[in-house]
């Protein structure tokens, strides 16, 4: 094993990790951001909105993200329609067309799981909340989506974990990320077990990171994980 080459390829692969967070992060918020109305739309008893984001969480569910980003990248530059218009400089562009794959990807797996977590809160303090005068806006201010977003916490945490070793991906599509920057190092030094280690290490890092501040998040948001006061 070539430690030497582990060793001076670590500030490239650094560069191209931060690429990778670069990716995740703008894309779980923009995820965010798209999920909430979504898992709202979702526990509608309206069919004109629910049905529709059904459609849509099934799509991005059920079709595996390289073919969803496949799609956005080489895709939507066959129709002339989008060559001309507005968009093109931004969605020729392999680290946009990423991002929206990617956005769109964890929208519809976050919008599941937000949908769990107001599903999952108690009736009676929803029934509390009601009897005290409080509108429809103020109860899911105040009420529903706070403890919705603390139960579904530990669910979310996997899904950043997913999306960050999915981020992997957008190699495919030329972006220079953690593991865009290992393959091309690995096509000119001809060792992949060194390069891909290393790498491997690096995500190793990042998720363990992402770990720790999720289980951080999740104690200061959940009063009775904390141990009583002496």
Not at 48 to 60: E, H
Not at 64 to 85: C, D, K, M, N, W
Not at 169 to 198: C, H, K, N
Request: aromatic share 12%; charged share 15%; glycine share 6%.
């Amino acid at each position: 094993m070539d430690f030497d080459l582990m060793v001076t390829s670590i500030p490239r692969l650094l560069e191209g990790a931060v690429v990778t967070l670069q990716l995740v992060s703008l894309s779980l918020i923009l995820g965010m951001i798209l999920a909430l109305p979504l898992a709202l739309c979702r526990v509608s008893r309206q069919p004109l909105l629910w049905m529709p984001v059904y459609g849509y969480i099934f799509y991005f569910r059920g079709t595996p993200l390289l073919v969803q980003i496949f799609l956005t990248y080489y895709g939507l530059g066959q129709f002339e329609a989008v060559r001309e218009s507005f968009l093109w400089p931004v969605l020729r562009e392999a680290y946009w067309c990423a991002i929206i794959a990617f956005t769109m990807n964890t929208a519809a797996y976050t919008a599941e799981i937000l949908r769990g977590g107001i599903l999952a809160v108690p009736a009676g303090e929803i029934e509390a909340a009601r009897a005290v005068g409080m509108s429809r806006w103020l109860l899911y201010r105040r009420i529903i989506l706070p403890r919705a977003i603390r139960m579904a916490l530990p669910a979310y945490s996997n899904e950043v974990i997913l999306m960050l070793k999915a981020s992997a991906l957008a190699s495919t599509i030329t972006l220079l990320d953690l593991t865009g920057v290992a393959r091309i190092i690995v096509a000119r030094s001809f060792a992949p077990y060194e390069l891909f280690l290393t790498a491997g290490v690096i995500y190793l890092l990042m998720t363990f990171v992402v770990t720790r501040a999720f289980k951080q998040a999740e104690y200061r948001l959940s009063p009775h994980l904390r141990p009583p006061p002496v």
